[in-house]
């Protein structure tokens, strides 16, 4: 039975589908739900750095139950993108009904979208196919290149733009990762077909592909939804971006591998990351929160993350740390002391 803690993860978009359902002030329950509910009582939860053993890890590496409560997120987030784009156009609603169900949405699209298509694209297997599925209607297709052949070279330096540096706040960060990401996307896409003797225009190019395939996503949108339907598309696409690039900032914050004499920098180890043993924010985002150990062995499913003490710890779960991330003062008072010496500028 504890391998089903992770339905609670499908409790956003059960929240979500409430929000648009009841309508009104409802529709801002999914925000308050995940930045008001689950930070309180993430609060007086308990957080564990309890690994599991050899045997364990082996039995649920190999237990598919793991992955299906992953799959079963691509249906869920096209479902609720697809109430709401039938319930604005539907119904007479207010601005502020609008603008709720747009935030309730993107938290979907980011949290049981971008998130689970995360963790699928490290699978070098026909599961990237979900994985860029769930990337989509964020319009973050282009994360899968940046991700894997940029960010897990690149993490923790100063050329990897989806590393927040010291002192950097989080709205600036949103604008300079989101760019550079996707400049970085396509300088990898150059690289790689210069590699294998490609023309640009060449289905190996699968940053173009990306750009044909989510015009065709928002061409079949405009075509049931109008115009208005469309801009909130993108609308709850960028809500859910902006959800990952948050999540972006507090991953790594401040934290800095060192360059050899050769010039290169060393290896991505486990102190390069911020790690987060909270319960709570774990199982709702799929054991993300050990981040430390998914950077540490990138290829090593969710379910069998380890804790190591070498990790530098957050305070708080992810969920609280994305609220206090959107103080940058706050941020800084909590988060700055303990970045280690050596990393600060």
């Keep these: 039975m504890k391998d089903l803690k992770y339905i609670s993860a499908y409790s956003i978009p059960v929240v979500a589908l409430l929000s648009i359902w009841l309508q009104g002030v409802y529709t801002y329950l999914t925000p308050i739900y995940v930045f008001g509910f689950i930070p309180i009582i993430e609060l007086f939860t308990p957080s564990s750095e309890e690994n599991l053993d050899d045997d364990t890890r082996l039995s649920k590496s190999k237990r598919k139950l793991f992955d299906w409560l992953l799959y079963i997120n691509l249906p869920i987030i096209y479902s609720i993108l697809f109430y709401a784009l039938y319930t604005i156009s539907s119904f007479t609603l207010e601005t502020h009904e609008i603008v709720g169900i747009i935030i309730s949405t993107g938290i979907v699209l980011g949290a049981n979208g971008i998130n689970v298509g995360h963790e699928l694209g490290h699978r070098f297997s026909k599961e990237r196919f979900i994985a860029k599925a769930l990337l989509?209607?964020?319009?973050?297709?282009?994360?899968?290149?940046?991700?894997?052949?940029?960010?897990?070279?690149?993490?923790a330096t100063n050329e990897d733009p989806a590393t927040a540096?010291?002192?950097q706040p989080l709205y600036f960060f949103w604008f300079s990762s989101v760019v550079g990401q996707y400049i970085s996307a396509w300088k990898i896409q150059t690289n790689l077909l210069r590699q294998n003797n490609q023309s640009f225009i060449s289905v190996k190019n699968d940053m173009l592909w990306y750009l044909v395939i989510t015009s065709v996503y928002l061409g079949i949108i405009f075509s049931i939804f109008s115009i208005t339907g469309m801009l909130i598309a993108v609308s709850c696409g960028v809500v859910g971006f902006l959800l990952l690039e948050t999540i972006n900032y507090i991953e790594h914050y401040g934290l800095l591998r060192k360059k050899n004499k050769s010039g290169r920098y060393e290896r991505v180890r486990e102190i390069h990351s911020w790690n987060s043993n909270h319960l709570l924010g774990?199982?709702?985002?799929?054991?993300?929160?050990?981040?430390?150990?998914?950077?540490?062995?990138a290829s090593k499913k969710y379910q069998i993350l380890d804790h190591h003490q070498k990790s530098p710890q957050?305070?708080?779960?992810?969920?609280?740390?994305?609220?206090?991330?959107?103080?940058?003062?706050?941020?800084?008072?909590?988060?700055?002391?303990?970045?280690?010496?050596?990393?600060?500028?």
Excluded: C, Q
């Design 282 to 297: 774990r199982i709702l985002l799929f054991e993300l929160t050990r981040h430390s150990d998914h950077h540490y062995r």
């Design 136 to 155: 989509l209607p964020s319009l973050y297709m282009h994360f899968y290149v940046e991700h894997n052949f940029g960010h897990h070279l690149k993490a």
């Design 314 to 345: 957050l305070p708080f779960g992810y969920p609280t740390s994305m609220v206090l991330s959107m103080f940058p003062p706050l941020w800084f008072l909590l988060m700055n002391k303990r970045v280690p010496k050596e990393m600060k500028p």
């Design 165 to 167: 540096r010291y002192n």
